[in-house]
């Protein structure tokens, strides 16, 4: 990354009259920022898990998809046979289905089309797996990895099929890249076989791990060394009614045994339909647990309260029947911090974890409102507080940032104390530009605010041309001043949603988009990241003439210490047109060095990135002079600047 002195910013060289004067107390502490401060909402929407973060290349692995046969084609060279769905008619069982594929001649097999085609990497190793079971005649397996040309970039060959069930493995290496390859599993020879679970995924996943995480994904993340992790929602917790809500006991265990269901927002948008769109559970909660873990952020599952969407069914559990619903919430404590000698924590440890998750935070329901919600969730505090008062429950406000809805369910959480409510906010740029006071009067001894989803949006959700544009992201920036000066009633924030498949979209805009192979940050995740890395531990006042700013001339700021790094950190949007000359006194700190590192961010307001400029708009590092106490500079138009002074503190 470049990083240079910028002489024409150094103190001196703006005109004094134009010149904003800003000082910072770093001696006058405000509020202690909350670890938990920036984080990350994650959903499995727009093909955030299967076909995203889970690199699983396989669709409908395991033929139970309500159409057994979506994403598999048949295929022939010179060969003859048939596929026929066999259900082992086990009802309790994950995963009912296979295929029996008999060959009566040649070669004859079956294709899957992966998600919107396979991303496959030259030179890459890849890990191909299947459950299969031989019957009669003698049947050789042999698989390979073609392009859209038909053109073949990979193979491998299977030999000794049991003729009881068994995973049977291969590695291979490829010859050539493909943004949307496809995976032909060949039969040879007379005979039949069943086959299950049929599997492909790239060594090289996070952390190597095997049958893991799409690594780039991951990096975008661990890149923002977010405070937290919320999952699994979203709306996907509530499901459209209750049969497809979420349930994280079915998302643990060995993989083949998680029955998948359909994902809640396939068929959601008329106008952008993905009814191939399931949820397996190949990242599940164990799986959310884990990478909460590698990031070092606390993860925060989101459990369904006995509701389903209100946008949707709006079904509910009679409020007599809500022990099952509650039960869950207690096993899921005891399957993140139980000991390995308790039931669920038996499993965790099984799983590969026998020491605890450290789960702190529990959000009950997602975005619900009005008496039925309120009465759902006293029943789970009621039980949750008596057995685990260690753990902070997160209510929630509902979908929107005020009205009716959004004020009966403070009043309520008010009165019996709430720890955190969630609030969301999809609202226009200039929403986010009003609002940047909005806690400034809230009561500061209530609940705090998880500010849960939010983002500025262009135009109406799902319109293709809602983008991630830098105008919305400026806005945000501008708003998480705000946040970030009141951090003493907000105590989390995440953007939302968080990823995009390119093809396959449900809802836009979206922090990180990608396709198969490639991925980029948005002008918003660059914001998100910015502000997450620059956190410090204790909120400063940053004040002109005494008062914050929060609009003046198109100022906003904030500031934080790092008590434990020794820094001042400034974090100040321009959003207006023009550029900005300002001086900032450093106030109560004793400067360690002459040079202040500056974080920028700038762009038109329609400046975007995309997977073929994924830098478009990225941050610029620069180095500036501080002369005294002051650091002088000249924010451009349109931008977030984040000044980095190193300083020994007071205490
Ligand atoms: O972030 C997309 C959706 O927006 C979430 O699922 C839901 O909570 C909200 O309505």
Same mark, same amino acid.
Request: charge should be neutral.
């Given at each position: 990354?470049?990083?240079?002195?910028?002489?024409?910013?150094?103190?001196?060289?703006?005109?004094?009259?134009?010149?904003?004067?800003?000082?910072?107390?770093?001696?006058?502490?405000?509020?202690?920022?909350?670890?938990?401060?920036?984080?990350?909402?994650?959903?499995?929407?727009?093909?955030?898990?299967?076909?995203?973060?889970?690199?699983?290349?396989?669709?409908?692995?395991?033929?139970?998809?309500?159409?057994?046969?979506?994403?598999?084609?048949?295929?022939?060279?010179?060969?003859?046979?048939?596929?026929?769905?066999?259900?082992?008619?086990?009802?309790?069982?994950?995963?009912?289905?296979?295929?029996?594929?008999?060959?009566?001649?040649?070669?004859?097999?079956?294709?899957?089309?992966?998600?919107?085609?396979?991303?496959?990497?030259?030179?890459?190793?890849?890990?191909?797996?299947?459950?299969?079971?031989?019957?009669?005649?003698?049947?050789?397996?042999?698989?390979?990895?073609?392009?859209?040309?038909?053109?073949?970039?990979?193979?491998?060959?299977?030999?000794?099929?049991?003729?009881?069930?068994?995973?049977?493995?291969?590695?291979?290496?490829?010859?050539?890249?493909?943004?949307?390859?496809?995976?032909?599993?060949?039969?040879?020879?007379?005979?039949?076989?069943?086959?299950?679970?049929?599997?492909?995924?790239?060594?090289?996943?996070?952390?190597?791990?095997?049958?893991?995480?799409?690594?780039?994904?991951?990096?975008?993340?661990?890149?923002?060394?977010?405070?937290?992790?919320?999952?699994?929602?979203?709306?996907?917790?509530?499901?459209?009614?209750?049969?497809?809500?979420?349930?994280?006991?079915?998302?643990?265990?060995?993989?083949?045994?998680?029955?998948?269901?359909?994902?809640?927002?396939?068929?959601?948008?008329?106008?952008?339909?993905?009814?191939?769109?399931?949820?397996?559970?190949?990242?599940?909660?164990?799986?959310?647990?884990?990478?909460?873990?590698?990031?070092?952020?606390?993860?925060?599952?989101?459990?369904?309260?006995?509701?389903?969407?209100?946008?949707?069914?709006?079904?509910?559990?009679?409020?007599?029947?809500?022990?099952?619903?509650?039960?869950?919430?207690?096993?899921?404590?005891?399957?993140?911090?139980?000991?390995?000698?308790?039931?669920?924590?038996?499993?965790?440890?099984?799983?590969?974890?026998?020491?605890?998750?450290?789960?702190?935070?529990?959000?009950?329901?997602?975005?619900?409102?009005?008496?039925?919600?309120?009465?759902?969730?006293?029943?789970?505090?009621?039980?949750?507080?008596?057995?685990?008062?260690?753990?902070?429950?997160?209510?929630?406000?509902?979908?929107?940032?005020?009205?009716?809805?959004?004020?009966?369910?403070?009043?309520?959480?008010?009165?019996?104390?709430?720890?955190?409510?969630?609030?969301?906010?999809?609202?226009?740029?200039?929403?986010?530009?009003?609002?940047?006071?909005?806690?400034?009067?809230?009561?500061?001894?209530?609940?705090?605010?998880?500010?849960?989803?939010?983002?500025?949006?262009?135009?109406?959700?799902?319109?293709?041309?809602?983008?991630?544009?830098?105008?919305?992201?400026?806005?945000?920036?501008?708003?998480?001043?705000?946040?970030?000066?009141?951090?003493?009633?907000?105590?989390?924030?995440?953007?939302?949603?968080?990823?995009?498949?390119?093809?396959?979209?449900?809802?836009?805009?979206?922090?990180?988009?990608?396709?198969?192979?490639?991925?980029?940050?948005?002008?918003?995740?660059?914001?998100?990241?910015?502000?997450?890395?620059?956190?410090?531990?204790?909120?400063?006042?940053?004040?002109?003439?005494?008062?914050?700013?929060?609009?003046?001339?198109?100022?906003?700021?904030?500031?934080?210490?790092?008590?434990?790094?020794?820094?001042?950190?400034? @974090?100040? !949007?321009?959003? #207006?047109?023009?550029? &900005?000359?300002? %001086? =900032?006194?450093?106030?109560? $700190?004793? /400067?360690?060095?002459?040079?202040?590192?500056?974080?920028?961010?700038?762009?038109?307001?329609?400046?975007?990135?995309?997977?073929?400029?994924?830098?478009?708009?990225?941050?610029?590092?620069?180095?500036?002079?501080?002369?005294? @106490?002051? !650091?002088?500079? #000249?924010?451009?138009? &349109?931008?977030? %600047? =984040?000044?980095?002074?190193? $300083?020994? /503190?007071?205490?």
């Amino acid at each position: 990354m470049k990083f240079f002195v910028l002489g024409f910013l150094v103190f001196g060289s703006l005109s004094s009259s134009a010149q904003k004067k800003l000082t910072v107390y770093a001696n006058k502490p405000v509020a202690e920022i909350s670890p938990t401060m920036w984080g990350i909402f994650f959903e499995d929407i727009n093909f955030g898990a299967d076909g995203g973060l889970y690199a699983e290349l396989v669709k409908n692995r395991s033929f139970e998809f309500t159409t057994p046969l979506m994403g598999w084609k048949e295929i022939k060279q010179q060969g003859n046979g048939r596929i026929l769905v066999v259900n082992n008619g086990i009802e309790s069982s994950g995963n009912q289905r296979y295929v029996q594929v008999t060959v009566d001649e040649g070669s004859y097999g079956i294709s899957n089309e992966g998600f919107r085609g396979m991303g496959i990497q030259k030179n890459e190793q890849y890990n191909f797996s299947v459950l299969a079971r031989k019957g009669h005649g003698d049947i050789k397996m042999h698989i390979e990895l073609v392009n859209m040309a038909g053109k073949k970039i990979g193979e491998a060959s299977l030999s000794n099929l049991s003729s009881q069930w068994k995973t049977s493995s291969v590695s291979f290496t490829t010859t050539d890249t493909a943004t949307k390859g496809r995976l032909n599993v060949w039969l040879e020879g007379k005979g039949k076989v069943d086959l299950d679970m049929i599997s492909l995924f790239p060594q090289n996943t996070w952390k190597n791990r095997t049958k893991g995480l799409r690594k780039d994904l991951v990096q975008f993340l661990a890149d923002m060394k977010p405070g937290f992790i919320r999952f699994p929602g979203g709306c996907i917790v509530e499901g459209r009614d209750l049969s497809n809500r979420y349930q994280w006991k079915k998302t643990v265990g060995a993989v083949e045994d998680r029955k998948l269901i359909v994902n809640r927002w396939n068929t959601e948008f008329k106008h952008r339909l993905t009814p191939d769109y399931y949820q397996t559970f190949g990242l599940g909660f164990f799986e959310y647990f884990q990478l909460s873990e590698d990031l070092g952020a606390e993860p925060l599952p989101i459990l369904n309260c006995g509701m389903a969407c209100q946008y949707n069914s709006g079904e509910v559990v009679s409020i007599n029947d809500m022990d099952p619903y509650i039960q869950d919430a207690l096993d899921l404590v005891e399957f993140a911090n139980g000991p390995a000698s308790s039931q669920w924590g038996r499993l965790r440890a099984d799983m590969g974890h026998s020491e605890p998750f450290h789960l702190k935070y529990l959000g009950i329901g997602n975005e619900q409102w009005d008496e039925q919600y309120i009465e759902r969730y006293k029943e789970f505090e009621k039980v949750l507080q008596q057995k685990h008062p260690e753990i902070k429950l997160v209510a929630a406000a509902g979908p929107s940032p005020d009205g009716p809805r959004f004020d009966y369910a403070w009043k309520e959480f008010r009165k019996l104390n709430a720890s955190l409510i969630d609030e969301h906010y999809y609202q226009a740029p200039e929403w986010f530009l009003k609002n940047v006071n909005r806690y400034d009067n809230y009561d500061r001894k209530g609940p705090k605010v998880f500010a849960g989803e939010y983002a500025a949006h262009s135009k109406t959700v799902t319109q293709f041309d809602n983008r991630n544009n830098w105008e919305c992201a400026l806005a945000e920036a501008a708003f998480m001043t705000g946040l970030e000066r009141n951090a003493d009633v907000v105590r989390m924030s995440s953007y939302a949603p968080l990823f995009a498949h390119v093809d396959a979209w449900q809802w836009t805009p979206d922090l990180i988009w990608f396709d198969n192979l490639r991925s980029y940050g948005t002008p918003n995740y660059y914001v998100q990241k910015l502000f997450a890395t620059n956190k410090g531990t204790t909120a400063v006042p940053l004040l002109e003439n005494g008062q914050p700013l929060s609009g003046s001339d198109s100022i906003y700021a904030s500031s934080v210490i790092d008590k434990k790094r020794g820094e001042v950190i400034i @974090k100040l !949007v321009n959003t #207006s047109s023009t550029s &900005l000359p300002v %001086t =900032i006194n450093i106030e109560g $700190a004793k /400067l360690s060095q002459k040079n202040a590192a500056v974080e920028q961010l700038y762009s038109g307001k329609m400046g975007v990135n995309s997977l073929d400029q994924p830098k478009a708009v990225y941050p610029v590092e620069q180095s500036l002079t501080i002369k005294e @106490k002051t !650091v002088a500079l #000249s924010l451009p138009p &349109l931008s977030l %600047t =984040i000044i980095k002074v190193f $300083a020994a /503190l007071t205490k």
